[in-house]
């Protein structure tokens, strides 16, 4: 085998491992901030008791969160292997960038079922104070949007450039 | 008190004020499309599945598998520049090549 056809060779293998190894990375990111952190986080709050009493109004609150954590941690983990063990500027990573952003909507919007968009604080001998954070999410929800849009525009890019992206990877 | 020692910490409120500022300027414009994204958010909840955790893991373990095999076959790297048409010729002349030049990815 000549030295050039074993040094492509050799590159090949490397892009593999290289593009699984950043997948891998990045789904565990996405997967301990998506999943393990909230899990633990709803964990522990179901478990917390005032002056001896569980609270019992919340509990089925904190299971429904359980549940949409778990479902849309995992759909966002398993998209975010996808896309990021794909080559950068391919159509699928493109895609899956996508699709993984609308995922982080649906996520997000799912915290509503928590309750924890409007929290009140009882302040003894003061009065009752509450944070209404829907305004919070909207603003968040509208930025989502724009990223929506962003990378929608990336993916557009990467398929109407797709010969000068195939040009720029040959001359690397 | 400690909210004292945090007054004194001057930079951390120019910083809150700087966000307060850009948040501020974006909600007219940024909120109303929230409202709108909330609204069909809403609506594509209702068609996941509540009841079990199977399809989500199922789900999962497809992306995972195809995301291996995809993207193991179709690497993304080409180099095609670096490997000339006349450089392949000439390294398999008169045998197979083993190497194949996809357009793929």
């Known amino acids: ?172 | 008190m400690w909210f004292q020692e945090y007054e004194r910490i001057e930079f951390l409120q120019i910083i809150a004020d700087i966000i307060a500022l850009i948040l501020g300027a974006l909600q007219p414009v940024v909120t109303p499309i929230g409202a709108w994204m909330v609204s069909w958010v809403g609506f594509l909840l209702a068609f996941f599945p509540t009841g079990s955790l199977v399809p989500y893991y199922v789900i999962f373990a497809i992306l995972v598998v195809s995301g291996i095999i995809v993207n193991t076959k179709w690497p993304g790297e080409k180099y095609i520049g670096v490997y000339t048409k006349e450089e392949s010729e000439r390294d398999t002349e008169g045998k197979d090549s083993s190497i194949e030049f996809h357009d793929d990815d």
């Open chain 1, 1 to 172: 085998m000549s030295f050039t056809k074993d040094r492509i060779t050799k590159q090949l293998e490397n892009a593999k491992i290289k593009n699984l190894l950043r997948g891998t990375i990045i789904a565990a990111i996405y997967f301990t901030s998506t999943v393990l952190i909230p899990f633990w986080t709803f964990s522990w709050i179901k478990t917390i008791n005032v002056e001896g009493v569980e609270l019992q109004a919340y509990k089925q609150q904190v299971n429904q969160i359980l549940f949409y954590v778990w479902a849309f941690g995992l759909l966002i983990s398993g998209t975010a292997f996808f896309a990021y063990s794909a080559p950068k500027q391919s159509i699928r990573r493109g895609a899956f960038a996508v699709i993984q952003i609308i995922l982080n909507c649906l996520y997000l919007w799912s915290y509503k079922f928590s309750g924890a968009l409007e929290i009140e604080f009882d302040l003894v001998d003061l009065g009752i104070i509450t944070v209404n954070l829907t305004q919070m999410i909207l603003l968040y929800m509208g930025i989502y949007f724009l990223t929506v849009i962003l990378k929608g525009y990336d993916l557009v890019d990467f398929i109407v450039n797709r010969e000068k992206i195939k040009y720029k990877r040959g001359k690397k």
